[in-house]
């Protein structure tokens, strides 16, 4: 079966879908995008995502190509064609094109929508999570508006080419006062010593991720006991449990950083649960 992908108001084959080169996305990386799970043939949480567009591009004035309700057509027809019951849709959204000028156009451009979608098996992230991921720290060296879901992400391309090289799989990133901000592309959460689930608070210095969003209902739902609030490495290495959130991974235990065991090295029981408990959470929440 040949992919397909939507590009600007038609349906084609995914190796002949393009955009021109003169595609604010592709000179600017001025744009945004959304990364949705499909689990059963089902959007998990997709109005919040499709909030998050709205909120990504009205922060960029950029307008959005379609009603929202035409969007989720389009992304059921795109899920359809590619047969995809299990896996992720990407939808990119950028600012048209126009000749190359810093300025927004000044005859406003058809901002440009791509809608793709993959196939995934759940089951492999489900082995990974068996076993618990290693990650690094590195600086965070990205734009103080880290809230917007840009396409902009070549700091996060850079610290997760390090984690790679550093045979990691993740990065967290770390702000000039030694506090963790969040994953290259994930939430990050400690247990604390304590007990506490941990995660840093809404600001510009993260992406309010949906997985985090839905998490922390269960978490309360739970009758756990949770602080947004910044921390640092100390209490991260002194930490009984850690893990990421995000669409592609769920939510991801973490048993080494930089190097060092977290807890007992091996995925810890919260994170453990919670993630067993995720989908169907997610589910009952979105119904
Ligand atoms: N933070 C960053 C920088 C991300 O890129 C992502 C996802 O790609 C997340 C957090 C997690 O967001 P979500 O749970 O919406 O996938």
């Not at 990386?29 to 990364?35: H, L, N, R, T």
């Not at 963790?180 to 506490?196: F, H, L, P, Q």
């Not at 809404?202 to 910044?230: F, N």
């Not at 991974?249 to 950083?257: C, D, E, G, H």
Request: charged share 25%; glycine share 6%.
């Amino acid at each position: 079966m040949s992919r397909a992908a939507y590009v600007n108001g038609r349906y084609v084959l995914h190796r002949d879908a393009m955009v021109h080169i003169e595609d604010r996305g592709y000179q600017f990386a001025d744009g945004v995008y959304e990364v949705c799970e499909v689990f059963r043939g089902a959007l998990i949480d997709e109005r919040r995502h499709f909030e998050r567009l709205a909120y990504s591009l009205a922060e960029l004035q950029i307008a959005p190509p379609v009603p929202a309700r035409a969007l989720a057509v389009v992304v059921r027809e795109v899920m359809a064609r590619n047969r995809v019951e299990n896996g992720f849709v990407y939808v990119q959204v950028t600012r048209g094109v126009a000749p190359r000028d810093h300025v927004f156009p000044q005859k406003p451009a058809r901002p440009s929508l791509v809608v793709t979608a993959r196939h995934v098996d759940p089951e492999k992230s489900d082995i990974t999570a068996r076993k618990g991921i290693s990650i690094i720290t590195t600086p965070d060296l990205r734009w103080k508006r880290a809230d917007i879901k840009t396409i902009s992400l070549l700091p996060n391309v850079l610290a997760r080419q390090l984690a790679r090289e550093s045979g990691a799989c993740e990065a967290w990133l770390v702000d000039s006062l030694g506090m963790v901000t969040e994953g290259a592309a994930s939430n990050a959460w400690i247990i604390s010593k304590a007990g506490v689930v941990v995660t840093r608070q809404l600001d510009h210095s993260i992406l309010r991720g949906i997985t985090r969003t839905t998490l922390i209902e269960i978490v309360a739902a739970e009758g756990l006991k949770l602080e947004e609030r910044k921390f640092n490495l100390e209490e991260v290495f002194a930490a009984r449990e850690a893990f990421i959130t995000g669409a592609t991974t769920l939510i991801m235990p973490v048993v080494r950083i930089d190097g060092r065991a977290i807890g007992a090295g091996i995925p810890g029981p919260v994170a453990s649960k919670l993630r067993a408990m995720f989908h169907a959470a997610a589910a009952a929440r979105s119904s």
